[in-house]
């Protein structure tokens, strides 16, 4: 993997060395500040310092769910004598544990992928300081690049030669297929080769990296990642008729980042969109309604169009494909690997790299028109999507409106859609993803982590909905009515909670939630560790389901002062490494 990492640097900063970001984060008032911005267009009467410090109170209310949590825990942590050990005794826990350790292991994994764009996206982003710093970053980029001057051709002539960019690691030979440029957020001049695969995701530009391992020869789809993914690799070093005699299928590692990640206000303003409604052509139920995240889904079908050519290689037919990303581009690697898999559509129309920016200059009044724009194209999508089922009822082929009177261009081999190209082979892993797809997709083939207080994997325009109405009912009133605010706010937290869990599936296809399983990585007091929970769509009842709902508060936007921390890719390397897991009191070697 390194080897990779220094090959993606050429060109990126002075000496190969990470730089800390710039962040919009000076104090612990500022978590607060971006989100009362995104609420102000609901409160014209209140200023921007009011709507902060309403945000700040109605913390305590949840951060008591939080106290109740850690007490328990550390309760639990302190009575448990062999808290270290796996009681194999009882049915599913050895199973659920070692599944916890492939996550985990898994998810350290996508951190090394995203970091490689994340260097790239840190060299095409910063602004120098002054002409001089500019000019001795330049001459030590080019002393740097030279050092690695055939592995930047190898980067630099992927467009035009894919066969260039090969790579080792660990003993497996890996081809760079596809590395989409990041331009400046600002704008600027735009080289033709920026512009080729760049996809846009508000104002910021998605970058896609393509890796391909000929030597991959394990599970795909829900197999991918599992116990025995990990497991299979001792046995192939002990056994090396093993590695001759097994059919190599051969993998795509589609890594995505953006860099819109930084800007808290802009996120939340992608999330606010109301959810677009899909009806389903094929399925157990016809005429199916799904919900997806507009942005993402119109980004993720952007992807696939990106990295078409490659998919459908005949060569690499077989082959495993899986998706990695963080933050929003997490949202996307699911519903894209959601789209291969075939469980949802292609977005419908063109889908252009050229996209309508969510929100201008003037925030306020563009979020409103994007959020009604939203709302028309959702409802225009499922009067389409029926218009479609009649069509295939009734025998009738459907024909795309350019094509009208026209012959089909398109080539046999490349007729096959791109949604369901993928089945059973696709699958993705991501880091601080927001909910992206209603939970009646069961796309267990996607793997999502929260760390913490991540607001990102909180918000949904129902979650902001919810807090706006939690913001009225404290922002105005003196010291009493603020504090019988705070009351209120956190019985009807309760009572919210316990709705939740009792009504489980009820309406889920119109509310939006992480695809697939999900963990919780919690930081706790207690040793410095972190314990691990198995939440999501996947996860309907049981005790977990409840502490998700009422104690960690995942259905709804959990204030506090590490909301926005606990979303930086530190905070999740750091939290991953410090995960508790339990041993086997059969193995003291093996972890479970």
């Not at 957020?185 to 910021?204: A, H, P, Q, T, Y």
């Not at 028109?369 to 409802?379: F, G, I, L, P």
């Not at 699958?427 to 069961?442: D, W």
């Not at 605010?485 to 119109?510: N, P, Q, R, W």
Request: with cysteine.
């Amino acid at each position: 993997m390194n080897s990779i990492i220094q090959s993606l640097r050429a060109g990126g900063s002075a000496g190969g060395k990470r730089k800390k970001k710039t962040s919009t984060r000076s104090d612990i008032n500022d978590s607060f500040e971006s989100l009362a911005q995104v609420l102000q267009d609901d409160f014209p009467d209140c200023q921007l310092d009011q709507l902060t410090q309403s945000l700040t109170r109605l913390a305590s209310s949840q951060n008591a769910f939080k106290n109740l949590d850690g007490m328990a825990h550390e309760a639990y942590q302190r009575t448990n004598i062999n808290g270290n050990e796996v009681d194999t005794s009882v049915a599913g826990r050895a199973q659920r544990s070692a599944a916890r350790v492939a996550a985990t292991a898994e998810a350290l994994w996508a951190c090394e992928l995203v970091e490689i764009l994340d260097l790239q996206l840190l060299s095409q982003t910063e602004e120098p300081s002054s002409s001089e710093e500019e000019e001795s970053r330049l001459k030590e980029s080019t002393q740097s690049t030279r050092k690695d001057e055939n592995s930047k051709k190898a980067v630099d002539s992927l467009e035009e030669n894919e066969e260039a960019a090969s790579l080792s690691c660990n003993g497996n030979r890996i081809q760079i297929l596809y590395n989409g440029k990041i331009n400046k957020r600002n704008g600027g001049d735009e080289s033709k080769e920026g512009k080729k695969g760049c996809i846009s995701l508000g104002k910021s530009k998605l970058s896609v990296l393509v890796l391909y391992e000929e030597d991959y020869d394990r599970g795909a789809g829900l197999e991918h990642g599992s116990i025995m993914y990990f497991s299979c690799s001792d046995n192939h070093q002990s056994s090396p008729n093993n590695n001759n005699n097994k059919e190599k299928r051969g993998r795509f590692l589609v890594v995505l980042d953006d860099s819109i990640s930084e800007d808290f206000v802009e996120t939340l303003q992608i999330l606010s969109q109301k959810p677009k409604r899909v009806k389903l052509s094929t399925g157990l139920i016809a005429g199916e309604v799904v919900s997806v995240q507009p942005q993402l889904y119109k980004a993720a079908g952007q992807v696939l169009q990106s990295i078409e050519p490659y998919l459908r290689d005949p060569n690499r037919s077989k082959a495993a494909i899986h998706f990695v990303g963080r933050s929003l581009a997490g949202g996307v690697a699911s519903l894209a690997a959601t789209i291969l898999d075939g469980s949802i559509p292609m977005p419908k129309g063109k889908v252009s790299s050229d996209n309508a920016n969510p929100s201008s200059s003037k925030r306020k009044s563009s979020t409103k028109r994007q959020n009604k724009k939203m709302e028309d194209e959702a409802d225009i999508d499922v009067k389409e999507a029926a218009a479609d089922a009649k069509k295939s009822e009734s025998g009738e082929e459907d024909k795309d409106e350019n094509d009208e009177g026209q012959e089909n261009p398109i080539d046999p081999i490349m007729s096959e859609p791109l949604n369901g190209l993928g089945r059973a082979r696709s699958s993705a892993l991501s880091l601080g993803a927001p909910p992206s797809l209603s939970g009646n997709v069961v796309a267990a083939y996607c793997t999502s982590f929260i760390y913490g207080d991540d607001i990102v994997s909180r918000t949904t325009h129902e979650t902001l909905d919810h807090l706006r109405g939690r913001v009225e009912k404290t922002v105005h009133g003196g010291f009493l009515g603020q504090n019988l605010g705070l009351v209120s706010d956190t019985l009807s937290l309760t009572m919210a909670g316990f709705k939740s869990h009792a009504h489980g599936s009820e309406g889920e296809e119109i509310k939006l939630s992480i695809p697939g399983k999900a963990y919780l990585v919690r930081p706790r007091r207690l040793g410095g560790a972190c314990s691990i929970h198995e939440v999501g769509n996947l996860q309907k009842g049981g005790r977990e389901a409840l502490r998700a709902n009422l104690l960690w508060q995942l259905n709804d936007i959990l204030l506090s002062k590490s909301m926005w921390k606990h979303h930086d890719l530190e905070s999740y390397i750091q939290g991953l490494d410090r995960v508790h897991l339990r041993s086997s009191s059969e193995s003291d070697d093996s972890l479970l």
